[in-house]
């Protein structure tokens, strides 16, 4: 079975701190991780994948297999971060469902 | 990047009536739709997944009687919520897959369905 984990529910931080929001996952495949984000009153979009290994909106994620960990970091976090951010797992590059862990969701304070 | 719409955006309904949800893949081909269900400040919830000319697959737990879902081209599915009551309250999401290589889901903007 899968399982994606986002221990924390709520994250505050102040604009230009760094963030970090978790995400831990089990698979014994090899899966493919996401980072989507849902801004206030708008749908769900993806920010990024980690076979992109690409930087979007200053964020980036590093899937770690050691620690079957995908962690999003951002080294100056800005006001207009704030939002839900969901972790998401897809079993191998395939059509198929996205595993959702249940979102944390980030305060950047002026 | 590529556009998934639903409608109707909001519903209001009366206990027992149906509601029919719309969802549509506006500038390529959806093979699979997805559909989800989205409580306040907690994940999405798979319902099913909806494959083009097939029947859906739901999900443990979800009742296909009760969440009719129809896959009738490969640009339009449909959530039908049967004999809807109040605990069937909730946001609901589709979204699309978009089938190429390196492929991405592609969410719709979310139904609010209220039953009274």
């Known amino acids: 079975a899968q399982r994606v984990t986002q221990p924390e529910k709520l994250l505050s931080v102040f604009k230009g701190a760094p963030v970090e929001l978790k995400c831990n996952y089990s698979?014994?495949?090899?899966?493919?991780l996401f980072w989507y984000v849902q801004y206030s009153r708008q749908r769900l979009q993806l920010l990024l994948r980690?076979?992109s290994r690409e930087s979007i909106k200053g964020f980036t994620a590093d899937l770690n297999k050691g620690e079957t960990s995908f962690h999003l970091k951002k080294p100056f976090a800005q006001e207009e971060d704030s939002a839900m951010y969901y972790c998401?797992?897809?079993?191998?590059?395939?059509?198929?469902?996205?595993?959702f862990g249940r979102g944390t969701q980030l305060t950047v304070w002026p | 990047g590529a556009v998934v719409s639903q409608h109707p955006s909001w519903v209001i309904c009366k206990s027992g009536t149906s509601v029919k949800i719309e969802c549509r893949s506006l500038d390529f081909q959806a093979t699979t739709m997805f559909w989800y269900r989205q409580f306040p400040k907690q994940s999405l919830m798979l319902m099913a997944t909806?494959?083009?000319?097939?029947?859906?697959?739901?999900e443990q737990g979800v009742e296909k009687d009760k969440f009719l879902i129809n896959h009738a081209s490969l640009t339009l599915s449909t959530l039908t919520v049967t004999s809807a009551h109040p605990e069937d309250s909730s946001f609901y999401i589709c979204s699309a897959d978009q089938g190429a290589s390196y492929n991405e889901q592609f969410f719709g903007p979310g139904t609010r369905l209220t039953v009274l």
């Open positions: 909806s494959n083009e000319g097939s029947k859906a697959t739901y």
């Open positions: 980690h076979i």
């Open positions: 998401a797992l897809r079993r191998g590059s395939t059509l198929g469902r996205l595993y």
């Open positions: 698979y014994s495949g090899s899966p493919e």
